[in-house]
Every structure is written in structure tokens, then in C-alpha cells.
């Protein structure tokens, strides 16, 4: 069976958690580790390739969370695999610190919309 386009949310959720534990020990320790730079990285390239693929397969984010600007996570991702090489690792420590609280309420709250409501017990379909 296919994914949903929710589904490409849920793996930003899934990622966002996966980078709150690899910067555990703060921005210093972020700084001395080119271990965890590097899976922030790859997983800040997931993020911006899940929304991309939520976008395709027909989530208007805009709508659903017009606080979060949508085409600059895609645009990040595209930035950091094509530029693998200049990757500011300030700028990605200010979106781990600053940025991705605010995406991951909204990808939370827009996956909580979308879940089917369970039919109460004791009613009949039909």
C-alpha cells in the first residue's frame, strides 16, 4: 500500500524527535560532534524532502499552517544537499533551537486533524 500524504508529516515529526536527541548536550557539544552535525543534517534534508513530497501529493501546508514558511523548509533542503559542502552549522543550530518547536506543533496538529474519527460503540453502520 502507498503513503498518505500525512504520512510524509509524520516522518517530519519522527525526524524533529531524532534531532532533539542528537543535540542533547547543547549547542557546544553540537559544535564538537561532526556525528550529530551530520545526522542533523541529514535529517533536516528528510524534513525538507517530506514536505515536499506531502506538498506533491496534493497538502496544502499553506493552508493547513500558514505560520510555518513551507517552501523555506523544502528550500533548505535543497540548499543543504546541493551545497553539502557550505553548510553553516550556525544556521542550522538557530533552526534546531528556533525553528523546528513551531513545525513540529504544526505538523502534530495538522496529522490530529486527519485522523479518522472511530465510530462510537454500539451504532450500526449501515
Do not use: C
Request: hydrophobic fraction near 40%; avoid cysteine; glycine fraction near 8%.
Amino acid at each position: 500500500m502507498g503513503r498518505r500524504p500525512h504520512d510524509h508529516l509524520a516522518d517530519v515529526v519522527e525526524a524533529i524527535g531524532k534531532i532533539r536527541r542528537y543535540t542533547r548536550g547543547g549547542q557546544a557539544a553540537f559544535r564538537r560532534n561532526a556525528m550529530a552535525r551530520d545526522a542533523v543534517a541529514a535529517r533536516l534534508i528528510r524534513i525538507g524532502q517530506a514536505v515536499k513530497d506531502a506538498t506533491d501529493e496534493g497538502l496544502d501546508l499553506a493552508a493547513l499552517a500558514p505560520e510555518i514558511p513551507w517552501r523555506d523548509v523544502a528550500g533548505m533542503r535543497d540548499r543543504m544537499a546541493r551545497r553539502y559542502r557550505d553548510i553553516d552549522y550556525g544556521i542550522v543550530w538557530g533552526v534546531v533551537e528556533n525553528e523546528l518547536r513551531p513545525l513540529e506543533r504544526a505538523a502534530r496538529s495538522i496529522l490530529k486533524k486527519a485522523k479518522p474519527r472511530k465510530a462510537r460503540s454500539g451504532t450500526r453502520a449501515g
